[in-house]
């Protein structure tokens, strides 16, 4: 079900890429920021497009570096979880042999 939805994400991120392509002005711009200004020009749509692409990536770079974290801790828990499993089973399972074994009168 999760590659059926990326598979559906990007085929909605190349049509919007392609509608953006045929309706976006193709006028020649220079980026510009207080003094800055870019030396080369480009189509207004590829502006758009790399900071489209550059928004995606840091999006997912900050994802990447806010959960990691979060994995590798429920990654030990879920270990910390099985070895206390295990315990208690042992510990269950050695009740039970004492309370099934018949005890000697004395």
């Known amino acids: ?10 085929c909605v991120l190349i049509l919007v890429f392609l509608f953006a392509a045929l309706a ?9 920021f207080v003094r800055w200004e870019t030396p080369f020009t480009l189509s207004i749509f590829w502006w ?11 999006g997912w770079l900050y994802s990447l570096v ?12 879920k270990k910390s979880l099985a070895a206390a499993e295990l315990a208690r089973q042992k510990t269950q ?6 309370a099934t074994t018949p005890q000697s009168p004395q």
């Open 1 to 10: 079900m999760t590659w059926l939805k990326s598979l559906l994400f990007v």
């Open 24 to 32: 976006v002005n193709q006028q020649q711009v220079a980026l510009s």
């Open 48 to 58: 758009l497009f790399l900071a489209l692409m550059l928004g995606l990536f840091l």
């Open 66 to 77: 806010r959960h990691l974290p979060l994995r590798i801790q429920v990654r030990k828990l």
């Open 93 to 98: 399972d050695q009740i039970d042999s004492t």
